[in-house]
């Protein structure tokens, strides 16, 4: 089949997380399995945007904001809607990774346009509200969401948001798990580093508790001083808290901001690394910790992570109540440990085969693109 994944930014520096992430994992493991496949999306970026991304063929158009002020979602290029015309005209199916933005709109007009079939998939991005720019865009987007053959979802309170927006009309809402690859090798045999760094690998943001990993680094350097804790990701807008709370706690010998990584980086961060941690409170499914799992490393995360009772079951991660005292236990026995660091990193390696594996997730879209009647 000739697949057509659409997503609204890729960007070196991991800007727009988990769809970007996902829509990836997934036309990789299409394109392995004799796809024809293409991610179309803006760009943005230090360099040019490259032919193709993880073996898939890029199609792409720079980043413009259109819109100001409004984030991601005035995001667009003039000549983008063309290049999805194109794609979406040789494609038997079509992808959207949907959220409430222009990128997103448009490719849900051309796909309607040119009478191809599409799923979308909204990774939690479009929920209810009551703003008055998003009703006046829910006019022309939520009419478009109800004629996909299938609105894939990721947990139940996804499922209940999306329908209180789609309302009676909806199209079946369907379950997808996210899934990784999972590169070839033994977790202990691909980790580099010295057993001693640790890091947060996420969006400098409110939500994800940058603040805490650094109370936490505060705590286990008293007990560990020769520990070292990087801060990984794209600042929006905790960075000079952040920065400020490394100063007051007196850690900047310890502590330190490495910037913003494109994803290969941050898949050799994570090998880098004896612990990744990540204190973000109620994520549905955080990529960033399958992706520390898939890499081999200890994962130290929060009770309130929608897969956090499945690692704790299979203990394939060290689970919190995400107080900077619980990171802080769970991280100094990880670094005083390395048998447990290393059973660690063997049952999440197992658990992303057997429970977070891409496979599976490309098994039910080869089905849903493959089947059921377009809604044309």
């Not at 036309?27 to 970026?45: I, K, M, N, P, Y």
């Not at 109620?282 to 890499?295: D, G, I, K, S, Y």
């Not at 085969?353 to 089905?367: C, G, H, M, P, T």
């Amino acid at each position: 089949m000739r697949l057509v994944h659409v997503v609204t930014l890729v960007s070196d520096d991991g800007a727009f997380g988990g769809p970007t992430s996902v829509a990836v994992a997934q036309l990789q493991e299409c394109a392995a399995r004799g796809h024809d496949t293409t991610l179309v999306s803006l760009w943005r970026g230090r360099t040019g945007a490259p032919e193709r991304i993880a073996g898939v063929r890029f199609v792409s158009r720079p980043a413009r904001r259109l819109v100001p002020g409004r984030g991601c979602l005035g995001l667009m290029h003039p000549r983008l809607p063309l290049d999805l015309w194109r794609a979406m005209g040789r494609a038997d199916a079509v992808h959207v990774h949907a959220g409430r933005d222009l990128v997103s709109l448009t490719a849900l007009v051309v796909a309607r346009l040119r009478g191809v079939g599409f799923v979308t998939q909204t990774h939690g991005m479009v929920e209810p509200r009551n703003g008055a720019v998003a009703r006046l865009f829910d006019r022309l987007y939520v009419p478009l969401l109800r004629r996909a053959r299938a609105c894939l979802v990721l947990t139940d309170r996804e499922r209940r948001e999306l329908s209180a927006v789609l309302g009676p009309d909806a199209p079946p809402l369907v379950d997808l798990p996210n899934g990784l690859r999972v590169a070839p090798g033994e977790p202990g045999s691909r980790r580099r580093g010295d057993g001693r760094e640790v890091i947060f690998l996420a969006r400098l943001h409110p939500r994800k508790r940058p603040e805490a990993f650094v109370e936490m680094a505060a705590l286990v350097h008293k007990e560990i001083p020769e520990a070292r804790f990087v801060l990984y990701g794209a600042d929006e807008g905790s960075l000079p808290a952040v920065a400020a709370l490394i100063a007051d706690r007196g850690v900047t010998d310890a502590v330190r901001y490495g910037g913003a990584l494109d994803h290969p980086s941050a898949l050799a961060a994570y090998r880098r690394a004896a612990v990744y941690v990540l204190p973000s409170v109620n994520e549905p499914f955080p990529m960033t910790v399958l992706e520390a799992l898939a890499e081999g490393t200890p994962v130290v995360c929060t009770d309130s992570s929608g897969i956090a009772a499945e690692l704790a079951r299979r203990e394939a991660a060290l689970v919190t109540d995400g107080s900077p005292e619980q990171l802080a236990d769970a991280v100094a026995r990880l670094l005083a440990d390395e048998s447990l660091r290393l059973r660690l990193a063997e049952a999440g390696r197992r658990a992303i085969e057997e429970v977070f594996s891409i496979r599976a997730v490309a098994d039910q879209l080869e089905q849903l693109y493959g089947t059921g009647p377009g809604r044309d």
